[in-house]
Structure formats: C-alpha cells, structure tokens
C-alpha cells in the first residue's frame, strides 16, 4: 500500500512545486498516512485546506484503503 500511496504523492507533487511547496510521505499505518509539508506549504495558512482537500481527497481516490491523511513535523 505504502507505493501505492508513494505513486499518488508523486501524481500531485508537481502542482504543489509549482507554488514553493512540497510533500514528503512519512508512514502509511492502518490506513493512515502521515506526510510532512514542505517549502511554501509549511507553515502556510492555507496548508490544511491543501492537505484535506487536495492531497487527502486525491490519495483516497487513488487509494480507497486510506481513511485520512495527518501532516507530522
């Protein structure tokens, strides 16, 4: 499950590039997927809604086993 979520981190990654931003899976347990935020992204007010609806909604997509995805320091 681990590279499946990788190869969907990968799909997105370039449109947070394109914004100073980036994404770096950290773990997959249980359905839970941990990520760090990354360049712009952290420490962005908006970086919640980026991370639940954009990066959360396409790894479930991509992934329906995935019930959330958490950002970790």
Do not use: H, W, Y
Not at 4 to 25: F, H, Y
């Amino acid at each position: 499950m681990k590279e499946s979520v990788q190869t969907a981190i990968d799909k997105i990654r370039p449109m947070l590039q394109r914004d100073g931003g980036d994404v770096e899976l950290v773990s997959v347990e249980e359905g839970v997927v941990k990520v760090r935020l990354q360049g712009a992204c952290k420490g962005c007010p908006m970086s919640q809604m980026t991370l639940k609806n954009g990066i959360e909604k396409f790894i479930k997509q991509e992934v329906p086993e995935i019930d959330r995805v958490e950002s970790v320091d």
